[in-house]
């Protein structure tokens, strides 16, 4: 790294969402700056102003999601030199909503094994593994090893499992001396991203990680040593790409008392809509192996898949591990971009977003088994106030506040493209009925619609007008389409946008789409339209203007 680079790095580094951050390792707490200063590094072109983005430089997958000590850990696919993917470090940011972040130094640094991709992190609280200190468990990371020095000599087993821990809180780490722990022995290429959780049923540890067109399951009393069980996958689900990013957890079923097992399968490229995206199956596991749900089995053959989210922009999102019991919930988070552009988007200093953190929670359809998911709760604190919308039937274009009462004022008066929508909609006319929905635009004449077409039954998201597209010639290619969940008469869309992105969640998070954009300005117009007239009613609904997440006062 030059001097230049060095010292720009220095500086960003100074920079952070809470009153805690820290610059690189080696060096004291950097001195507290104005919030001014943060809010301007902060309010650069296209940058989230809700959702979690690194300071500077290359993101990708989040890995090592665990909760202790009253935060939630999210390490990431991290490299401090460029905005574009280069070697892959650990980069790390805490907080104790999901909302507000800290950054925190580099957790994981390339080594002579190989660089860090991804994976997971537990607590080990009884210390089954022996790496911690005064009688108390650690922190375990577990993540792959890549070597590409392996890699460039032709070898297919340059990548494998590797472990790391920490007996601070997760603010340092340290290797395992006994790596890898998992060696790729069969010399199989993309052998990857190990996921690992506490099988409470079976007292063991219990590992998943991706092998190229399958998952393969092992497990272990003590994180070190680990017996292989099994494998799924080569005969189910889309394979249009790399298997990669998995995710294994059981889940109650909503409302009958049963547990299900869920597991989580990124794929790339082979996604419903195009390049990366996230599928999953529904099934039992009896300690070794894990059986598909018979009904859902006829949903993922024949290159059939159940995707957890149909926009383009949320992948390798995998969940938080030791949520508190008290809690219950299953958390996640995903990466929002999508391989076929991510390197070219235009942002300067740094590069790609995270989702916003979600429940997700299984229910059974008419459809079958379907995994729902919705903003956290905590997101609800950035709401400045409520305005209510008035019911009316939706003609042509309308905007927003021709549907809130006169005494609130328009919530674009009072956010800079950050809103949360909640709307109902019926249908008056199903047979004439045409698309409807929401659309963002700007003084520029750019916009975009998202919404649901009622002759196909499904939801789309429409960023063809959005913006700077020609970066790409994939990322406006298309309107992305989404299959209806529901089978109520009215049509529910909760909608979270941030000054370069969307977020639908569709009768109550049934249906999901989320998709990024590059207006040239800020999104400060919201109107609701119909495609044909006297066919839709809006017959409920709620707005919020939404606090940026560093804003003086919020942050902390």
């Known amino acids: 790294m030059n001097n230049s680079i060095l010292l720009s790095c220095l500086l960003l580094v100074m920079i952070a969402f809470s009153c805690g951050s820290k610059t690189g390792p080696g060096h004291n707490e950097a001195e507290m700056i104005t919030e001014s200063d943060a809010n301007m590094e902060y309010l650069d072109s296209h940058r989230p102003q809700i959702h979690f983005s690194p300071q500077e430089k290359w993101m990708n997958d989040p890995n090592g999601m665990v909760f202790y000590d009253g ?14 993917w280069g070697p892959m470090h650990w ?5 104790e909503d999901m909302v507000h972040w800290e950054h925190l130094p580099i957790a994981l640094y390339p080594d002579s094994l190989g660089w860090i991709f991804s994976g997971s992190a537990v607590y080990d609280e009884k210390n089954t593994s022996g790496l911690g200190e005064d009688g108390n468990g650690p922190l375990i990371a577990i993540f792959t090893y890549h070597n590409s020095e392996m890699e460039k000599a032709g070898r297919q087993d340059f990548q494998y499992q590797g472990i790391a821990y920490s007996n ?19 010399s199989i290429r993309d052998f990857r991203d190990p996921k690992v959780s506490w099988d409470a049923e079976r007292e063991q540890w219990l590992m998943v990680f991706a092998a190229q067109n399958r998952m393969m399951f092992w497990s272990s009393p003590n994180l070190i040593d680990w017996t292989f069980e099994s494998e799924f996958g080569q005969e189910f689900g889309s394979h249009g790409g790399v298997w990669e990013c998995p995710d294994f957890f059981p889940a109650s079923v909503e409302g009958e008392g049963i547990t299900k097992w869920i597991l989580i399968a990124s794929i790339n490229p082979g996604g419903p809509n195009g390049g990366s995206a996230t599928q999953y199956f529904v099934g039992d596991w009896d300690g070794k192996t894990f059986t598909l749900d018979e009904d ?3 949903e993922v053959t024949n290159e059939q898949a159940v995707w957890l989210d149909y926009g383009r922009d949320n992948y390798a999102g995998v969940t938080w591990s030791n949520i508190p019991e008290t809690d219950g919930r299953r958390l996640f988070i995903g990466w929002m971009s999508n391989w076929q552009y991510a390197r070219d988007v235009p942002t300067e200093a740094w590069r790609s977003a995270m989702t916003v953190a979600r429940k997700l929670e299984l229910h059974r359809l008419s459809s079958g088994y379907r995994i729902f998911s919705t903003p956290v709760k905590e997101l609800k604190q950035l709401r400045t106030s409520e305005n209510m919308l008035n019911g009316d039937v939706v003609s042509a274009t309308m905007p927003l506040k021709a549907f809130i009462a006169p005494a609130s004022a328009p919530i674009t008066d009072r956010s800079k493209g950050t809103y949360e929508l909640e709307l ?7 047979e004439k009925a045409g698309s409807f929905g929401v659309i963002l635009h700007n003084s520029s004449g750019e916009s975009y619609r998202v919404g649901y077409d009622p002759s196909e039954d499904e939801f789309f998201s429409d960023r063809t007008k959005s913006g700077d597209t020609s970066f790409s010639d994939k990322f406006a290619d298309k309107i992305t389409i989404a299959p209806r969940n529901a089978d109520a008469e009215t049509i529910r869309m909760q909608l979270v946008f941030d000054q370069a992105s969307a977020e639908l969640f569709a009768d109550g998070g049934a249906t999901v789409i989320t998709d990024i954009f590059f207006p040239d300005q800020v999104f400060n117009q919201i109107s609701l339209f119909s495609e044909t007239e006297n066919t839709v009613k809006l017959s409920a609904g709620k707005a919020y203007a939404l606090k940026r997440i560093w804003d003086a006062g919020i942050n902390k």
């Open 71 to 84: 935060e939630y850990h999210l390490f990431y696919q991290y490299y401090p030199d460029s905005t574009v």
């Open 91 to 95: 980069g790390h940011a805490v907080s």
């Open 296 to 298: 859902f089995r006829k």
């Open 168 to 186: 601070d809180r997760g603010r340092t780490w340290k290797k395992y001396a006994g790596n890898p722990v998992v060696p790729n022995t069969e």
């Open 424 to 430: 109902e909609f019926t249908l008056l006319d199903k």
